[in-house]
Nanobody
Framework: QVQLVESGGGLVQPGGSLRLSCSAS????????MGWYRQAPGKQRELVAE???????NYADSVKGRFTISRDNAKNTVYLQMNSLKPEDTAVYYC???????????????WGQGTQVTVSS
């Protein structure tokens, strides 16, 4: 019904940049909050950045000033611009969104399949 597809991951040297994209497709009436999470090996999944439906942005303290989240509502797409990357940013990055598929339905939470980001020299 609804799919979130991420792209843009890869291998980058410390101090480098990457831009992740996540596009939602399928039966979509409205997308509320969209965000990015990450999970490093042996660690729990954690919030990186999110854009709530009411506006504004939230960032993990570890990425403030380096990462920027944005979205294009016309394209049902959310982006994560990652600058000044550090080895500790290495993780699988997951897109997350709360999506209503009908005018009368409540939002359902969806996850993308994840994209690997590796920061290493």
């Amino acid at each position: 019904q609804v799919q979130l597809v991420e792209s843009g991951g890869g291998l980058v040297q410390p101090g480098g940049s990457l831009r992740l994209s996540c596009s939602a497709s399928g039966r979509i009436f409205r997308i509320n909050a969209m965000g990015w999470y990450r999970q490093a090996p042996g660690k729990q999944r954690e919030l990186v950045a999110e854009m709530p439906s009411v506006g504004g942005t939230n960032y993990a303290d570890s990425v403030k000033g380096r990462f920027t989240i944005s979205r294009d509502n016309a394209k049902n797409t959310v982006y994560l611009q990652m600058n000044s990357l550090k080895p500790e940013d290495t993780a699988v990055y997951y897109c997350n969104a709360d999506i209503r598929t009908r005018t009368w339905s409540t939002p359902v939470n969806y996850w993308g399949q994840g994209t690997q980001v590796t920061v290493s020299s």
